[in-house]
């Protein structure tokens, strides 16, 4: 049983393992470390549908309103609550950034310690800062995500650390909850799923969610699995390690991805598809998205977009998107929250203010009003 001094859940507390806890490996015996992740809005979005065409419906499920600004909280719900089960005391993670911040703020809230591996860097001044804030051991190293996690894995071998990235079972089981969410909203599964692809555990945990609740006849269909990748970070679609991955979106900067056979059992037997776009296309999806549907995500969870844009522009060979029936319904992931890296956002484009003298006059005469 768990000690008095665990954290247990309270009764307003709404986390994604009291909200699906019969789908979850919890037992009565598992305390339950929550910031009352998931519950994220799924958003209509009217000008992406007329974008889209066809008379499709387009929503956005808005995962950068999760507590530490992304989704990688659902994950970090299930992982902290089994290390806390198995009386780890010390939880250690490679990140791009989401993972770590995600890790330290449940790490504290599990009353562990936390250490994370970030490439030196790479990482937005946002996400370091949710790092130290909530109190973990910041190692900066001297090479990419990827040369990270094969650090992590060697140094989790040792019995003081678990270790909290997705290569952990618990952070696929706990992300899965978006699926159910999505479901849940709609009352059944779209046709289409869009997501970024980075180390691939979301679509992995999206696919096992969206089959679990259609075993259990909570959806009449499976929906078709789109993932986009960065043009320079692509190892799925060009089916190669990158040794040197570069974009934009470093929350997807990952040339070896983990879940790598996972994410194409989930595209294939989904008969979805993966693709690239540039960090062009994902920066003018980026600003698209904020200015017409007032949703600002940060670069990664803008590759969703662009990819959507992409299929729907220049129709290529087998791909679902354009192959979708009229009145269709698509459900794109935007996984993390803008304001995680407005240096990217603010230097990718031209913002001025408007200057003016203190004086109504002056203000409203710059204005053109
Ligand atoms: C982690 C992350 C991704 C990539 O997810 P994977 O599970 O690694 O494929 C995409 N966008 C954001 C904002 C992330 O934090």
């Known amino acids: 049983m768990p000690e008095a001094s665990q954290p247990t859940i309270f009764a307003n507390d709404h986390g994604v393992i009291q909200r699906y806890r019969n789908y979850l490996p919890v037992t009565d015996n598992t305390p339950i470390v929550s910031l009352s992740e998931g519950s994220t809005p799924l958003i209509h979005a009217p000008r992406l549908s007329a974008r889209v065409g066809k008379g499709c419906t387009v929503l956005v499920k808005y995962e950068g309103l999760n507590p530490t600004g992304s989704f990688k909280d659902r994950g970090m719900t299930m992982a902290m609550s089994k290390a806390r089960e198995n009386g780890s005391k010390a939880v250690i993670c ?29 990482i937005s001044q946002g996400k370091l800062a949710q790092a130290f804030v909530y109190g973990a051991k910041v190692v900066a ?59 691939a555990g979301n679509i992995t945990a999206y696919w096992k969610g969206y089959r679990e609740y259609h075993a259990e006849g909570k959806s009449t ?35 070896n991805p983990a879940s790598w056979e996972a994410a194409n059992e989930a595209l294939n037997t989904s008969g979805g598809k993966i693709d690239i776009v540039t960090d062009a296309e994902i920066l003018e999806a980026q600003g698209w998205l904020a200015a017409n549907e007032g949703i600002f995500v940060e670069p990664a969870s803008a590759a969703s977009i662009a990819g959507l844009f992409k299929c729907c522009a220049k129709p290529c060979e087998g791909c679902p998107v354009n192959a979708i029936e009229p009145e ?8 993390g929250h803008g304001l995680k890296d407005i240096d990217t956002a603010l230097s990718a484009r031209s913002f001025r203010t408007i200057d003016a003298k203190d004086d109504r006059s002056d203000i409203l005469g710059k204005l053109g009003y």
């Open 94 to 122: 490679a990140s791009t950034g989401n993972t770590s911040a995600a890790a330290a703020a449940y790490a504290t809230r599990a009353g562990m310690d936390c250490v994370v591996l970030l490439p030196a860097g790479k």
């Open 141 to 199: 190293i001297d090479g990419n995500f990827d040369r990270a996690l094969e650090l992590v894995r060697e140094i989790g071998e040792m019995d003081e650390f678990e270790i909290v990235n997705s290569i952990n079972p618990y952070r696929i089981e706990g992300q899965k909850t978006a699926s159910f969410e999505i479901i849940d909203d709609l009352g059944d599964a779209p046709h289409i799923h869009v997501l970024p692809v980075g180390n």
């Open 328 to 335: 269709s319904t698509i459900v794109c992931t935007v996984t």
């Open 221 to 255: 269909r499976l929906p078709k699995m789109v993932g986009f990748q960065a043009a320079g970070s692509a190892p799925i679609f060009y089916n190669q390690v990158v040794t040197a991955p570069e974009t934009v979106a470093t929350a997807i900067r990952i040339g």
